[in-house]
C-alpha cells in the first residue's frame, strides 16, 4: 500500500515537473516568435527606407538633422520654404523603435561594435552576440535577461553588408558580407508568465486531484484486502479450533475406548482364570468316579460320566484358549529379525506326525522384524488349519510361502481341503467363530481370532479366499517396514 502511494506520488509528480518544463518552454518559444516577427518588421521597414534612399522628414526638435549622416541635399528647403532634413534608415529604424516601445513596451534596438551614432552602442550582451555573428554565428540569438528587474526574452539578428549599405559606411572600412552589426529587441515576458502561471494552476489542481483520486483507490482497495484478509483468518481460526476441540474428542473416546477394552479384558482373564479351578475339580471328581465306582455305574452312567468328562475337556480348552487370546493382546512384543522360513519348517515337523498323509511345500520365504514367539503361534494356528481341514482329502496338499504383492510381502498358507463359503468370511476370524461342526472338525474357534490379533500388533492384515470345496488360501502381511527389513 505505501510503496504503491510512493510510486503513484512520483509518477504524479513526474508528470507535473515534465508539464512544469514544458509550459515554460512554450512560454519562452512564444516570446521568441513574437519578437523575432518585431525584427522581421523593423527588417522590413528599414529595407523599405533603403529603398527609397532614405526619406525626408520636415526639421522639427524630434528629428533633426543627422550629424553622422554624410549626404548631398542632407537638409533641403522646399519651394514653399519648409526645411526638410534627410532620414537615413537606421535614424528612421531608431525613431521608430522608441515610439513602439512608449506604445507597446518592446524595445527595439539597432547596433553595432562600431558604431556611427554613439547611442547605438551595443550593451554587454548585445556585444557578446555581434561578437559570436562576426566569428561566424548566422542564426538567430536568443537570451532571457532581466532588464531592470523585469524579465525579457531577448532576439537578436545580424546585418550583414550589401553593396547599398557602402554608399554611407565604406568610410568605415566595411565590405560587402561583412556583419555591419544587429538589430536586437527585447519582449517583456510578463504577459506569457501570466498566461503560464494559469496553465500551471490549472494543471497544479488536475494533478492534484488525478493523485488523490489514485490514493483513494489504493486506499479502497487495501481495505477490501485486508477485510478479506480478516475474513479468511477467521474462518481459518474457527476450522482450527473445530479440528482442535475434534481431536481433542476423539482422544477422549479413545482413552475411555482403551480403558473399557482392558477393563474387559482382564475381567475376562480374570475369570478365565478363576475358572480352571472349579473345573480341575470337576474333571478330579469324575475321574474318581469312573476309576472307583465304575463297577457300580449303569451302562447308560457310564455313559453320561464320559460326556461330562468330555465337556469338561471342552471347557478346559476353550478357556485355554481364551487366556492365549488374551495374552496375545496384552504382552509386551520383542521385535527382533526373525526367520519365518525357519519358524515355519520347525512347525511343519512339529505337526507332521499327526498328519502323516498331507504333502507339505515350503517356499524361501525373508526374514522379518518380529516377536519370534508370536509369529510361530501364527505358522502353528495357520498351517494348522491347513492340515486339519484338509485331512480328509485322498490327497491332503498344504503350501506355504510368500509373495511380493506392491512392494509389500504377503504371506500366505493354502490347503486343498473343505474351504468355506465366502459369505460368511466375515465370521472367519471371530473369537469362537466356528463355521464347521465341531464333530467333523475339532477346534475351539480362537485359533484365527490370536493369529489376525498376532498379525495386527505387527501391523499387518490377513484375509482369506475360498470356496466350499475347493480348498483355503490365508493371506497375511506385516507392517512395510519390518517386511522391508526383513528383505535385506
Ligand atoms: C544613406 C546612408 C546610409 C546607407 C545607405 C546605410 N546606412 Fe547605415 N547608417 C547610416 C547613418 C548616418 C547611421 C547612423 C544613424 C543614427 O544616427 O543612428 C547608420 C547606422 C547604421 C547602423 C547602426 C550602428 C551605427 O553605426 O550607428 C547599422 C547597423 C547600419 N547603419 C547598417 C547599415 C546597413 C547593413 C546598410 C545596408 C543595407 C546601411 N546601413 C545603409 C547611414 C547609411
Request: glycine share 8%.
Amino acid at each position: 500500500m505505501l510503496w504503491a502511494c510512493v510510486a503513484w506520488t512520483l509518477l504524479v509528480g513526474g508528470s507535473l515537473y515534465w508539464n512544469y518544463r514544458h509550459e515554460h518552454e512554450s512560454t519562452l518559444a512564444l516570446a521568441r516568435n513574437e519578437a523575432v516577427a518585431n525584427i522581421n518588421k523593423d527588417l522590413t521597414f528599414r529595407r523599405w527606407a533603403t529603398g527609397h534612399g532614405g526619406v525626408y522628414v520636415p526639421l522639427t526638435e524630434d528629428t533633426p538633422s543627422n550629424p553622422y549622416l554624410v549626404a548631398s541635399e542632407k537638409d533641403i528647403e522646399t519651394t514653399g520654404g519648409r526645411k526638410l532634413t534627410l532620414m537615413n534608415p537606421a535614424y528612421m529604424v531608431r525613431q521608430m523603435q522608441r515610439l513602439y516601445s512608449e506604445t507597446f513596451g518592446i524595445k527595439g534596438h539597432i547596433t553595432s561594435l562600431l558604431p556611427l551614432n554613439p547611442s547605438n552602442k551595443a550593451d554587454p550582451w548585445e556585444t557578446s552576440v555581434l561578437q559570436a555573428f562576426e566569428a561566424g554565428e548566422r542564426a538567430n540569438v536568443f537570451a532571457t535577461a532581466d532588464i531592470g528587474g523585469v524579465p525579457y526574452v531577448r532576439a537578436m539578428m545580424p546585418m550583414i553588408t550589401e553593396p547599398g549599405c557602402l554608399k554611407c559606411h565604406a568610410h568605415q572600412g566595411y565590405q560587402v558580407g561583412d556583419v555591419r552589426g544587429g538589430i536586437s529587441v527585447s519582449v517583456p515576458l510578463a504577459p506569457y508568465l501570466a498566461r503560464e502561471h494559469g496553465v500551471l494552476q490549472a494543471l497544479r489542481i488536475s494533478h492534484l486531484a488525478i493523485w488523490a483520486v489514485g490514493v483513494l483507490a489504493f486506499y479502497w482497495l487495501y481495505r477490501r484486502a485486508l477485510v478479506r484478509l480478516t475474513e479468511r483468518e477467521q474462518v481459518e481460526l474457527r476450522i482450527r479450533e473445530l479440528n482442535e476441540s475434534l481431536d481433542r474428542r476423539v482422544r477422549q473416546r479413545t482413552a475411555e475406548l482403551e480403558k473399557a477394552n482392558s477393563e474387559l479384558e482382564s475381567f475376562s482373564y480374570s475369570v478365565s482364570h478363576d475358572l480352571r479351578a472349579p473345573l480341575r475339580a470337576l474333571n478330579g471328581y469324575a475321574r474318581i468316579i469312573q476309576e472307583d465306582e465304575a463297577a457300580r455305574l449303569s451302562q447308560e452312567g457310564k455313559e453320561m460320566l464320559a460326556r461330562i468328562w468330555v465337556n469338561a475337556e471342552r471347557m478346559g480348552a476353550l478357556i485355554d484358549d481364551i487366556l492365549q487370546f488374551s495374552r496375545v493382546g496384552r504382552t509386551e512384543m520383542s521385535f527382533a529379525p526373525t526367520d519365518m522360513a525357519a519358524l515355519a519348517a520347525g512347525v511343519i515337523e512339529e505337526l507332521r506326525a499327526e498328519y502323516p498323509a498331507a504333502a507339505v511345500q515350503l517356499d524361501q520365504m525373508p526374514a522379518v522384524q518380529g516377536d519370534e514367539a508370536m509369529l510361530r503361534q501364527v505358522w502353528i494356528n495357520l498351517i494348522g488349519n491347513a492340515l486339519k481341514f484338509s485331512s480328509r482329502r485322498e490327497q491332503p496338499a498344504v503350501q506355504v510361502g510368500s509373495e511380493v504383492v506392491d512392494g509389500a510381502t504377503v504371506y500366505f498358507v493354502r490347503d486343498n481341503g473343505a474351504g468355506f463359503d465366502m459369505a460368511n468370511a466375515s465370521h472367519l476370524f471371530g473369537v469362537f467363530q466356528r463355521l464347521h461342526a465341531a464333530n467333523d472338525y475339532p477346534g475351539t474357534g480362537a485359533g484365527l481370532a490370536i493369529v489376525k490379533r498376532i498379525v495386527e500388533r505387527h501391523g499387518g492384515r490377513i484375509w482369506a479366499e475360498s470356496a466350499p470345496d475347493k480348498g483355503a488360501t490365508f493371506r497375511f502381511t506385516l507392517a512395510a517396514e519390518s517386511a522391508a527389513d526383513g528383505a535385506n
